[in-house]
């Protein structure tokens, strides 16, 4: 065949595809004509959730997104465009598969060395859903021309393209590039904890969201949007995924920061000693608060006195029944067993009264006094009062710590008090006592059917402890990078997160092998440094490279600041995405040299990324 007859060829196949992009689109467009009320509260509990889930991605995708990024033609013959979301037309017939279902799975997971039943897989380029080229993959021809290569893992063109791409401020939605090793972790069974080790540029983030759209759809009748909790490592890498579920079709994911998923309304602004983050962050803390609270009930010596409402007369409840009641009430969750508390003091109280007065004993008392006696016994606290008395008192922590703390590490943890709470210089590690605290007191947590956890390796014990209380069954996607564990609870395996998440399912720990968003030329800077900080780790095998080697330029410590302001101006200028990673000793004159020459740059620490520089 000549080239022109190939181009002819191409062209008339691009006509005909387009054809199938504008029929998709169309039946895509009217799919919800006629849908109404009734049908929306009509049928099963499932069939509604189905319908619910079918009007939320009719109306998450716009009218001219791409129908279809690819298409998969079977050794049987039948052929499948692959999409975000299923398309059919008006006889119900399927036009578009959507990506997670099974059938589906070939799509990414077919190789070479096993095509997953294929002949042919198709890739194409269609912004908004005009066809500008596709990319063929026939197996057998490929098969042909990798047999002699060994371990060959060849990027496709849409996912360098997208590396190339120009960042954003935020993650996009990146299911066209998901590769072969990605789309089996995402298709894992759900019920498992299930700890994905990558390394940098493995796509750790991309697996754990995809899996969680995934999941949403194969497991419609168990899960719900709201069933499922995604927890980031901090407000600003939280901000940056949150358009990625949407942009799949799933919307109503739960999406929180670790802050705010264990101190709600809670900033923590201020830092500490590593040791001292450390020690908060130590299984053994559950045990301190636990005797902490427990201190904080005492059983009268002497009678309670409650007076009564608009007089100076006081009823006096005895001591011992008083103390028995407090023993058979410690069981309880602490402010149930309060609650109960009061109404046995009312009910004795009652008892005191004569005759004439006993039905009315609750408004014969008065509240405020009432409210008094029960607090000298049990008192009213809130999560961070208990945490703010206890790390702010020497005598509290002495008593709470008896065995399980040295003298030293006491002294480690007592501050003294702000004037007000809302002055405390609260660490991201009292955040962490605080919901063991929260659980002690209330003894509820929003509880969820599957908890995915992205940069597990930087958690504490204590942190990892309060994830899995909120974990219906243990059903969990956790990833991370064992290499990257840094700072007061780094770790060097996986083990401790196995041991406090484990539950009745079975556990499972995969390795994303391949790097395709570093480039080679960087991570052979960081790889001696894998090496020291984590031998046990693998390297992953990268499979891109940019062209060029990093640059480095050697400055005395004086001249960095200004030095850093002019390198950022001259990349910044050059329209480039750039980042500033400096100790934060050094930020102060970093801000101080970028205002001097009205650079406008974002904090991270704000919790917001910019598309220009960043620090």
């Known amino acids: 065949m000549s080239v022109g007859e190939i181009a002819s060829s191409k062209i008339e196949e ?20 006629g849908w ?15 319908f619910k889930r079918a009007v939320e991605k009719k109306q998450t995708f716009s009218s001219d997104d791409e129908v279809a990024f690819g298409r998969i033609d079977l050794e049987d013959g039948e052929t499948y465009y692959i999409g975000k979301a299923p398309i059919f037309d008006v006889d119900k017939n399927l036009l578009v598969v959507n990506w997670q279902a099974p059938i589906a799975a070939a799509y990414n997971q077919a190789t070479a060395k096993d095509p997953k039943g294929l002949v042919r897989r198709r890739k194409f380029d269609a912004p908004k859903n005009r066809i500008k080229d596709f990319e063929d ?15 060959w893992e060849e990027p496709d063109d849409e996912l360098l393209k997208a590396l190339s791409r120009k960042r954003s401020g935020s993650m996009t939605d990146i299911v066209k590039t998901i590769q072969a090793a990605q789309d089996k972790i995402v298709r894992a069974d759900k019920d498992r904890l299930l700890i994905v080790q990558g390394g940098p540029g493995t796509g750790k983030t991309a697996v754990a969201l995809h899996r969680v759209s995934w999941l949403l759809f194969n ?8 069933d499922v909790l995604v927890v980031g490592p901090n407000p600003t890498f939280t901000r940056y995924i949150r358009r990625v579920l949407p942009d799949l079709g799933d919307n109503d994911v739960v999406q929180r920061s670790l802050q705010d998923l264990l101190a709600p309304g809670v900033t923590s602004s201020s830092t500490e000693a590593d040791e ?4 908060k962050g130590s299984a053994v803390m559950a045990d301190v608060l636990a005797a902490a609270l427990d201190d904080r009930i005492k059983e009268p010596k002497e009678p309670v006195r409650v007076q009564r409402r608009d007089s100076g007369l ?10 028995k009641r407090i023993k058979e009430l410690k069981s309880e969750i602490y402010l149930e067993g309060r609650a109960k508390l009061r109404l046995s003091l009312t009910e004795m109280a009652r008892q005191e009264l004569p005759v004439r007065g006993r039905q009315a004993a609750a408004d014969l008392l008065d509240s405020v006094s009432l409210n008094d006696a029960v607090n000298t016994m049990w008192p009213q606290l809130n999560a961070p009062q208990f945490i703010r008395e206890l790390l702010g008192s020497k005598d509290r922590l002495i008593k709470a710590a008896g065995d399980l703390l040295r003298a030293s590490e006491v002294g480690m943890l007592y501050r003294p008090m702000a004037k007000r709470i809302a002055d405390e210089p609260w660490t991201l590690a009292d955040l962490a006592l605080m919901d063991e605290a929260a659980e002690l007191l209330r003894g509820e947590s929003d509880i969820y059917s599957h908890i995915v956890v992205d940069e597990a390796q930087d958690l504490s014990e204590m942190q990892l402890m309060a994830i899995r209380r909120r974990s219906r069954n243990g059903s969990m996607t956790v990833v991370g990078d064992i290499a990257q564990s840094t700072g007061p609870y780094a770790t060097d395996s996986w083990e401790s997160a196995k041991t406090l998440l484990k539950s009745n399912l079975p556990t499972e720990v995969v ?24 031998p046990s780790v693998s390297a992953p095998e990268i499979v891109r490279s940019a062209g060029a080697d990093p640059e480095f330029t050697g400055i005395d410590l004086d001249d960095l600041p200004a030095e850093v302001a002019k390198i950022v101006t001259h990349h910044s200028g050059k329209g480039r995405f750039v980042g500033v990673i400096a100790v934060a000793e050094q930020w102060e004159s970093i801000r101080k040299a970028f205002s001097s020459q009205d650079i406008q740059w974002s904090e991270s620490t704000s919790g917001e990324l910019s598309n220009a520089i960043n620090v």
């Open 276 to 279: 001292v983050a450390a020690l």
């Open 511 to 534: 390795e994303l092998e391949h790097g395709y968003r570093v480039p080679a030329e960087v991570f052979d800077v960081a790889r001696p440094v894998l090496e020291v900080a984590a």
């Open 14 to 33: 691009l006509r005909r595809e387009q054809d199938y992009f504008d029929a998709a689109q169309t039946a895509r467009d009217h799919a919800t004509d």
């Open 36 to 50: 109404s009320a009734d049908k929306w509260s009509a049928g099963t509990a499932v069939e509604r959730r189905a």
């Open 137 to 151: 993959t026939v197996f057998r021809e490929l098969a042909a021309a990798v047999a002699e290569l060994e371990g």
């Open 314 to 323: 006081y009823v006096s409840i005895p001591a011992e029944p008083l103390a």
């Open 219 to 226: 497991y419609q009748e168990e899960l719900d949007p709201q």
